[in-house]
């Protein structure tokens, strides 16, 4: 337990000095609550109210907001796992690796450190919700703060598997740029994702974002409150199997999704230090 502490605490302490990743992992999700919130509200409100032809008020930007505290929780925890690469080469790593950490101990440290400092910037998101133009019960968000951190810490665990398996930084730059878009755009964080074509919804079913963006808007949006046209049009009921996919099941797949991912880590570390 002192070994996962300590290496969490390094990891969370360095981060928050590096200022320009702290600035950087904030850039990619504001243009994207601009582009989408600010670009396409009026049009998806217009499509919702005149479009479906249903008389209720529908705020967009309530509704992609949910999904743009995904989208930070992503970039910050998979690119806070380029700490293992730059371990690597300063020599750090294999330091760690001959000390008496286990190498589970050692998967575990990088990603929960990784998954607090997406956690906190996530939360840092809120301080933008009084100068949008929406509203979210207080209680709300309270709530759905422990759903955040588990997505968080599946996220944490895409990076660190992918930082086990490379060695250099520009390759795993180049392979994070290459998931983590696809990842947003198939999640329903941005948009709907309920008609894609067979080997897409695949993707979609696999992507830990899509039950994590689901809970959070469940928890933080009124769903029920809307027409059932409206929910299914912006993709608000999701199933598997033509079944509805309740919160307990989706909690549960990011736990197992996150377990598998740190395992698989954890092997790899064994085999590079073999």
């Given at each position: 337990?002192?070994?996962?502490?300590?290496?969490?605490?390094?990891?969370?302490?360095?981060?928050?000095?590096?200022?320009?990743?702290?600035?950087?992992?904030?850039?990619?999700?504001?243009?994207?609550?601009l582009i989408f919130g600010g670009g396409m509200s009026g049009t998806m409100e217009e499509l919702v109210t005149s479009g479906l032809q249903v008389d209720e008020n529908f705020n967009y930007v309530q509704f992609v907001f949910p999904g743009i505290v995904a989208m930070t929780l992503l970039m910050t925890a998979v690119f806070s796992s380029l700490s293992i690469i730059q371990d690597k080469e300063f020599g750090y790593m294999k330091e760690i690796m001959v000390s008496p950490i286990s190498r589970v101990n050692i998967a575990i440290g990088k990603m929960l450190g990784a998954s607090t400092v997406a956690f906190l910037q996530g939360l840092m998101m809120f301080a933008l919700i009084p100068f949008l133009g929406i509203h979210y019960d207080i209680g709300n968000l309270l709530q759905v703060l422990p759903f955040m951190f588990l997505l968080a810490c599946s996220l944490a665990s895409v990076g660190l598997l992918?930082?086990?398996?490379?060695?250099?930084?520009?390759?795993?730059?180049?392979?994070?740029?290459?998931?983590?878009?696809?990842?947003v755009f198939l999640s329903g964080a941005l948009?709907?994702?309920?008609?894609?074509?067979?080997?897409?919804?695949?993707?979609?079913?696999?992507?830990?974002?899509?039950y994590g963006v689901d809970v959070m808007k469940k928890v933080m949006i009124d769903v029920?409150?809307?027409?059932?046209?409206?929910?299914?049009?912006?993709?608000?009921?999701?199933?598997?199997?033509?079944?509805?996919?309740?919160?307990?099941?989706?909690?549960?797949?990011?736990?197992?999704?996150?377990?598998?991912l740190v395992l698989l880590a954890t092997l790899s570390f064994r085999r590079a230090n073999a």
């Open positions: 337990m002192e070994g996962i502490l300590a290496i969490w605490q390094r990891d969370v302490i360095k981060f928050f000095r590096d200022r320009a990743r702290l600035f950087g992992s904030f850039v990619m999700p504001i243009l994207f609550l992918i930082a086990s398996l490379l060695k250099s930084t520009q390759g795993f730059q180049l392979i994070v740029q290459v998931i983590v878009m696809p990842m948009f709907p994702v309920s008609n894609m074509p067979g080997w897409m919804d695949i993707i979609v079913k696999i992507n830990p974002i899509t029920d409150s809307l027409s059932p046209l409206v929910r299914e049009v912006m993709g608000l009921n999701l199933t598997i199997f033509n079944r509805p996919v309740t919160v307990l099941e989706e909690v549960l797949f990011m736990i197992v999704f996150t377990v598998i």
